[in-house]
């Protein structure tokens, strides 16, 4: 039922939007409005609609009430992962994820908690998912960082056990 109101809530706003604009042609043409003033004012209403439209529907499938939960969770999931709990941590990001599939930050974290946990593989996939939800922002950088330490390990692991293969050769 909230979904059908927001969705009557944003066609309003449209219907609003649409109105205005065409309110606005006349005042354009007899000289009573410049085009910077009218075009000032429609894209602070525009601007207003996308933040109503952003709080209201669902976002890559995800809807808003689903969004701050996975923040909660991702929350909860970081206290416990800063005390060492990592089992709880990981069961708390992996529900954020279930709710909001590409919440950076859950992946980020969920990442670094199997890293802890030595779980390798399935903390690249987390992080390769981070980055992949959004390859520019700040997170997906730090998720890159941690996906070439993990390569460079694997390569120093590889190097070492050449090494120890010749030592036995």
Known sequence: MP????????????????????????SLFRGKEGWNQVGERLRKRTSKLRKEIENTLPVGGVLPEDRKKAAQLTDRGRREYNVGLYDMAAG??????????????????????????????????????????????????????????????????????RDLEDDFS
């Open 3 to 26: 979904e059908r109101e927001n969705k009557r809530s944003v066609v309003r706003s449209l219907g609003e939007l649409g109105a205005e604009t065409f309110r606005a042609i006349p």
């Open 92 to 161: 708390l990001f992996e529900k954020a994820v279930q709710l909001y599939p590409r919440y950076q930050k859950a992946l980020y974290f969920l990442g670094n908690t199997y890293y802890k946990q030595k779980r390798m593989q399935e903390a690249l996939a987390k992080w390769r998912a981070c980055i992949d939800a959004d390859p520019k922002s700040p997170i997906a950088g730090k998720a890159r960082i941690k996906v070439q330490h993990v390569a460079k390990l694997g390569r120093q692991f590889e190097e070492q056990l």
